[in-house]
């Protein structure tokens, strides 16, 4: 493992390890307004001062991450698994399947689908907890997020389906279920995990996006996509940089996946 | 009063001498430029800039003065109003202005294919307005019936000319439109005919040009300001006011509490397609009083508005001079009354949730425009306030036409946090608020007959103070309105924003208000102290 590697995987054990912590971490409820202290800068009992309404940044920025970097996975694991099911059927079975997956899949990248979610999320029910509507959020970010690595896979399957091996295996009279579970699949092991590690910042960014506009997690929760609504006030944040941490946390989180993921210089793929 | 306000300014005038350009920003491209069709703030910023009136509200003492007519008189019926008009008058294109002008202006006011929001006022009632010429200088319009206060109406209608090849591009007022850049700016230029003089003589306006830099983003709205780029902010957030004010000579006011109000109320519609128990709570006026007594309107007021706003009793803030019912306070937090209420309607608080007298947890949903954070914030503190009697608030925060289709048209939300912006002291012109049957009857729209015998009072005195035209009836009718409202809380008033303006030190002559427009409601008299601008250049 390089130096860069060990770095970034450091990191990242760190942040996962204070946001599922922090509970303990934290010496403040998130949700907790101290409205005698608004906005002030830290100190003793407040590392990264308060918010605008006397709640711990600090607390609020490990809940948040905790949010983040547990639904944004999940999130991915969802898109990626429906993209590996639409590809590699759609690739394998070709046909009228492959015509409609393709077809869908192109209506699905024409989507605005950012405008897309902002309309889903506005014809959901009104009356649901924060913690249901965080859910909510990331899964119409993992159920319409398929459509990129679904294409990806496909071709990794068009381009599998003349190789040796597969000849071979058919030849040797392996059923169509054999053939695409037990040969194909763990050849595309790589394709999935790549569009699995490239979806998880991707949502982390998309909920943030979400979170810019008022229509991602929503009050009480914290997630790194409502702490970073802060610095649009970038005069705010002039004075006060402690307020980039929530900032720095992505840029540390997403910096430190693809330091890790990405392949090693002269290793083949 | 106001001789002496403009003797006043003339004297001080010739300190700086006439010329110069007034920059400020319009935060959207105005959707139009006909007077009598503006439907948004640009527009109507560009109307006051351009558009000569009969009368004109004069933003501090909020009383009507003469403009384009010397005088006015309403008959005793107050059915009809009668202007004598100035007399040698020129639209800017250089043609005449006389009475036909105005029988024009209300002609094509009331034109159903003007579709004018100005015209709703007019058309209250059954019959028709006439507007009848009395010679040249003399206009006389009746109205099917006395209309309270509507000669204020006439601060908004910019007069046409019924003879200008370029219609309604010829104006009265101080500027006409030179120039436009879509998305970019607006240009004004001087009226070359502009009537008016100060008092020494010298033909107004002072500044030669207004450029109106469209910009959407406040925080380059105010970098520009700061830099002397712009002269003017119309209004400023509290979050920027209290670090830009820091700064010496930054020009930041604060006016005090504005026309406008923050405010939440419950879905009461019976065919609103949520749960009976929800509408059972939300039509007990104990349930409404106990939440507003459980708000902290001074907490709302310290944060969310950084003290920069005031706790609301009511629809009309104190502001407003004419209407205000001072008799009433806003709602004290009281947890222990709250708390009196909620038990005398069969609520009890069980491990720290309240309970109906069916046992239904108490929880509601309050949606707000998303990306608002000022109402994000408030939102998030009456959560805060409503668990301690055990209620449980969830916030949702909605793009607004999926907002305003919920509010209008399908009424599925259980409550709502919005705000008004008042831009007339009047009453009337709320009477779309609080009349039974108005589709902006927030609470429970369109209603055939009123629902509750406290709303048929309500509409009765709406009528009756529209219907009548002497202030001090008006005003104890409207008192009525107001003590009604405090005490049913049909819609729970917050706060009051306070009126945050900046003004360059350059300009001159700004009589700041809490009326809108705020810094430029005499644009004819505003000038530029040259020496300060060629300093910032």
Redesign the interface.
């Known amino acids: 493992m390089t130096k860069a590697r060990r770095i970034a995987a450091i990191a990242l054990l760190l942040l996962t390890g204070a946001s599922l912590f922090a509970g303990w971490i934290a010496r403040h409820p998130y949700?907790k307004?101290y409205?005698e202290a608004?906005a002030s800068p830290p100190a003793a009992g407040f590392p990264l001062g308060t918010d605008?309404?006397?709640r711990d940044r600090f607390s609020r920025l490990l809940h948040g991450m905790r949010i983040s970097l547990l639904l944004a996975p999940a999130a991915a694991l969802l898109s990626t698994t429906l993209a590996a099911l639409l590809g590699l059927t759609a690739g394998f079975l070709g046909g009228w399947w492959d015509r409609a997956v393709t077809g869908a899949t192109d209506l699905f990248l024409s989507l605005p689908w950012f405008f897309l979610i902002?309309?889903v999320?506005?014809l959901l029910p009104?009356?649901?907890?924060?913690e249901t509507s965080v859910l909510i959020t990331f899964g119409l970010l993992g159920l319409l997020g398929w459509a990129s690595p679904a294409r990806v896979i496909r071709s990794a399957v068009r381009s599998l389906e003349r190789s040796d091996f597969l000849l071979r295996a058919r030849a040797a009279g392996s059923s169509n279920p054999r053939l695409l579970f037990i040969h194909l699949l763990p050849n595309l092991a790589p394709v999935l995990m790549a569009q699995f590690w490239i979806a998880v910042p991707l949502f982390l960014l998309s909920e943030a996006d979400l979170g810019l506009?008022?229509?991602g997690v929503?009050?009480?929760l914290p997630s790194l996509g409502n702490l970073l609504?802060e610095l649009a006030?970038?005069?705010?944040v002039a004075g006060n940089p402690w307020m980039l941490a929530p900032a720095a946390a992505v840029m540390t989180f997403v910096g430190g996946l693809h330091f890790l993921l990405a392949p090693r210089s002269g290793a083949g793929t | 009063m106001k001789r002496s306000l403009l003797t006043a300014l003339a004297a001080l005038s010739l300190a700086w001498g006439q010329g110069g350009e007034l920059r400020f920003c319009l935060r959207a491209e105005p959707k139009t430029f006909h007077p009598h069709k503006v439907v948004d703030e640009a527009s109507d910023t560009v109307r006051y800039l351009t558009g000569g009136v009969l009368l004109r509200v004069n933003r501090k003492t909020q009383k009507l003065e003469p403009e384009l007519a010397t005088g006015w008189r309403i008959a005793a019926d107050g059915r009809s109003i009668t202007f004598d008009l100035r007399k040698d008058l020129f639209f800017s294109d250089g043609t005449p202005f006389d009475s036909a002008d105005v029988v024009h202006t209300m002609a094509v006011l009331l034109e159903p294919e003007t579709a004018s929001p100005l015209a709703e006022p007019f058309r209250f009632g059954s019959g028709r307005l006439n507007t009848r010429a009395g010679g040249r200088h003399s206009v006389t319009i009746t109205l099917p019936h006395p209309i309270g206060g509507f000669e204020r109406l006439f601060d908004q209608i910019a007069i046409l000319s019924s003879r200008s090849a370029i219609k309604e591009k010829a104006v009265l007022g101080p500027f006409l439109i030179s120039e436009r850049k879509p998305g970019a700016y607006l240009q004004l230029m001087r009226n070359p005919h502009y009537w008016k003089k100060d008092s020494h003589g010298r033909r107004l306006p002072y500044l030669d040009s207004i450029r109106l830099d469209i910009q959407s983003n406040r925080d380059a709205e105010l970098l520009r300001y700061q830099r002397g780029q712009v002269h003017l902010l119309t209004s400023v957030d509290a979050d920027h006011f209290d670090r830009l004010a820091a700064s010496p000579h930054s020009g930041l006011a604060d006016l005090g509490p504005s026309l406008d109000s923050e405010f939440l109320w419950f879905n009461q519609a019976p065919q609103a397609p949520i749960p009976a128990h929800k509408r059972a709570w939300f039509t007990s006026r104990n349930f409404r009083r106990a939440v507003s007594e459980i708000i902290r309107r001074d907490d709302l007021a310290r944060v969310v508005f950084r003290g920069h706003a005031q706790p609301a009793a009511g629809p009309c803030s104190p502001a407003n001079k004419l209407w205000f019912n001072s008799k009433l306070k806003p709602h004290a937090f009281d947890k222990k009354s709250a708390l009196h209420r909620l038990a005398a309607d069969g609520f009890r608080l069980q491990n720290g949730m309240l309970l109906d007298r069916h046992g239904n947890q108490v929880e509601f949903s309050l949606v707000t425009n998303a990306g608002n954070r000022t109402r994000e914030r408030m939102a998030a503190m009456l959560q805060q306030d409503l668990a301690e009697i055990g209620i449980k608030l969830n916030i949702v925060t909605l793009d607004f036409p999926s907002l305003i289709e919920r509010i209008s048209r399908t009424l599925h939300y259980e409550a709502s946090l919005l705000g008004f912006v008042n831009v007339d002291v009047d009453p009337t012109p709320q009477m779309n608020v609080w009349l039974s049957s108005a589709s902006q009857h927030a609470w429970n729209p369109s209603q055939k007959t009123p629902a509750t015998a406290w709303e048929a009072e309500l509409d009765r005195l709406m009528r009756q103070q529209a219907a009548e035209w002497d202030f001090k009836k008006r005003k104890a009718l409207y008192d009525k309105v107001q003590e009604i409202v405090w005490e049913q809380a049909p819609i729970l008033y917050l706060v009051h924003k306070n009126v945050l303006i900046g003004v360059n030190p350059a300009v001159r002559n700004v009589v700041p208000s809490v009326l809108r427009p705020q810094t430029f409601w005499n644009p004819e008299f505003l000038a530029l102290d040259g020496a300060r601008i060629s300093q910032r250049r």
Do not use: H
């Not at chain 1, 009104?126 to 924060?130: I, M, R, Y």
């Not at chain 1, 006030?233 to 705010?236: D, E």
């Open positions: 949700q307004q409205r608004i605008e309404l006397g902002i309309t999320r506005a009104l009356n649901v907890a924060p506009l008022g229509l929503v009050e009480p609504r006030n970038f005069s705010a």
